[in-house]
């Protein structure tokens, strides 16, 4: 049986150290405008997998332009 992979699985992600905000920055390339800062990577990326679903989720229930989903 295939496993169903969640909607941010879909997606690449970046994470870097900010010395401007002296945290972890978590960013998806294809949904540049959004960002996760915390104080670890994991906990970085894992905020940003987060909010990307959700994002993804909420431009497919509405129906908005969805250009970065794939």
């Known amino acids: ?9 879909h997606y690449s992600y ?3 150290w ?5 945290e972890y920055v978590g960013t998806c390339a294809e949904l540049p405008g ?3 800062l ?3 990577p994991a906990a970085a990326l894992n905020g940003i997998e987060k ?3 959700e994002a993804v989720t909420d431009m497919e229930r509405t129906r ?3 250009v970065w989903v794939r």
Request: net charge negative; glycine share 6%; charged share 30%.
């Open 38 to 40: 915390d104080v670890s």
């Open 51 to 53: 909010v990307a679903g």
């Open 1 to 9: 049986m295939m496993e169903h992979k969640a909607i941010e699985d």
């Open 34 to 36: 959004l960002s996760w």
């Open 18 to 22: 900010s010395s401007e905000d002296g």
């Open 14 to 16: 970046c994470v870097r």
């Open 64 to 66: 908005a332009p969805s």
